[in-house]
Each structure stands twice: as C-alpha cells, then as structure tokens.
C-alpha cells in the first residue's frame, strides 16, 4: 500500500519542554486513521507540522510524497484541513462561502457540498453568522468534501457537537472513504466515535511514546482484568507485562497485552493475590484509559 504520510525520527521541543523525541509512524491510502492521546501531548502540533504550519527541530515528515514543511501549492490542493473547530467566513450566505472556496479547487465538487446543506432546509442566502454550531460543521465539511480531497486531516471534528451533528460526521466521513482512494486522518476528544469509524489508530504520550495497530487488533488483544483488594493484599505495580493499574474500593483493575491465565501468573509471581480474577469487557474509551491512564 501506498503511504499518503510518513513520520521518520521526529523530535520536536518548546524549549527544554519535548514534544516528541523519535516518534515514527506511517498512514496508508485509503484508510481512517484515528490518532488518540490526552491533552497536551501533542496531537495539534502535529497536524501543524504535518501542515507545514511548524517546522519540526529535527526528522522527516513527508505528505503526500513531499517534504511537510516545504509542500507545493497542486500538494496542498489535495489536502483538506479542519483545524480545531468549525470556523467559518461567518458575513458570508452559504451560497457566498460555496462560490468563494470553489475558486481554489481544480476538482471542486458542489453536489457534496449542497447535498449537506439542503439537509437543514435553509435559504442559499441565510447568514453563516446566524447558524448554530451544529449547522456551522455541516457548512465546514461540506465545504471539504466539495474539495474532493485525497487526504482530509481532521483535528478534533467534534468540539461542540451534539451527538445528532457527530454521527452526521461519521456516516460521511465512512462514505467518503469507501472506494479506497481516499484517507482520513483525524482527532477527536470523543473517544467512543472512533471505535465505529477507524480503521487504525495511533497512541501517542508524553515524549511520542506511540503504539500505532488496527484498531479490531488492539481491541482484541488489550485486556482488562479485575480481582478483590483484600487487607494486605500486595498490588501490583507496572512493568512490561502490567500496563496500568487502578484501584476503585476493593477492585483492583490491571490493563494488559497477555492473556488470562499468563497475566494471573505474572502477578501470582510478584506476590500478588488474584482472588475473583476476571476479564472485563471493554470499550475503545475503556481501552484509551487503561492504556494511556486517567490523568
């Protein structure tokens, strides 16, 4: 498969304050990748790097073929960007805001475009400025598919949305991509509307620690177990085989990549009870926290 992006030794700092150090990762054409991490790591300025928007201290980041930071006026044509919200032109109609972003797109298609709009059963010549924020995203990405892009990078498609306008989201970005020439990359604080929608997904953390897997992969090979907290109980701590540990009233949760019986074991060798050991069935978000942590 081809690689529409690909991330190579990537270090990037504020200062004495690092962003990534060596982070590497690759997406391929036709996929939805879904990049997950708390808040603060990063995932904005990576899509400002990616964007050419932030020049990285080191390492290579290339975009559709080229170099991130130096991508020519046809490459960035065939990017489409939400950046952090749905802003808009707002002293525009939506007839205006069509007419002004097709003159920038050799490949403009505005079927796309209107088919979102008459959804909501307004006047071409209604204000933006006097839309709702819901009604706002379907101008915004109606005007990015309209772009036909090859690439449409995403961050954080759901910032104010109700549930209605993010499943309108994510039935469209799913039919956008369904010939396979097409890719997504995106962020979303909505962890659980990513679970239905990506195809892979990419953890990053402090420093770009990263696991990048197909997603029906990391759901069916991270696990969680469960088992009684009794008094003087020994808990476990974690290590290359414990991910994480929580500890809810007599509860104790660990979060890890080995199957029951071996997981049992380890903790068994470290000198840990394991009274009422079970599996717990997760979430992608249930995941996403037991991975990355709460905090």
């Not at 924020?133 to 995403?154: D, F, K, W």
Request: hydrophobic residues 35%; contains cysteine; glycine residues 10%.
């Amino acid at each position: 498969m081809e690689n529409i992006i690909e991330v190579r030794k990537l270090y990037h700092s504020y200062g004495k304050h690092v962003i990534y150090e060596g982070l590497n990762f690759t997406v391929e054409r036709g996929r939805i990748f879904g990049l997950l991490g708390k808040n603060g790591v990063g995932k904005t300025t990576l899509i400002n790097i990616l964007m050419g928007f932030l020049h990285p201290t080191s390492g290579r980041c290339l975009v559709l073929g080229e170099d991130s930071h130096n991508l020519s006026p046809e490459t960035r044509g065939k990017i489409g960007l939400l950046h952090e919200g749905h802003l808009a032109y707002e002293f525009m109609t939506i007839a205006q805001i069509e007419r002004y972003y097709s003159g920038y797109y050799h490949d403009w298609n505005r079927d796309w475009y209107y088919e979102l709009i008459d959804m909501m059963g307004l006047s071409y010549n209604h204000k933006i400025s006097k839309m709702s924020c819901g009604q706002r995203s379907q101008v915004v990405l109606g005007l990015i598919l309209a772009q036909n892009p090859e690439l449409m990078i995403l961050d954080d498609y759901s910032m104010g949305l109700g549930a209605g306008y993010r499943r309108l989201f994510l039935d469209y970005l799913t039919e956008y991509v369904k010939n396979g020439d097409k890719t997504v990359f995106v962020t979303s604080h909505i962890v659980q509307d990513l679970e239905k929608l990506v195809d892979d997904i990419i953890f990053i953390g402090k420093g770009g620690y990263l696991l990048q897997t197909l997603l029906i992969e990391f759901m069916d090979s991270f696990k969680q177990y469960r088992f009684k907290n009794g008094k003087g109980v020994k808990l476990p701590g974690k290590d290359d085989i414990i991910k994480n540990v929580e500890i809810i009233g007599d509860k104790v949760s660990v979060y890890t990549f080995e199957s029951k019986e071996p997981a049992r074991e380890h903790l068994m060798k470290k000198g840990v009870e394991t009274v009422d050991f079970e599996e717990v069935p997760m979430t992608l978000e249930d995941a996403f926290i037991g991975l990355m942590g709460r905090y």
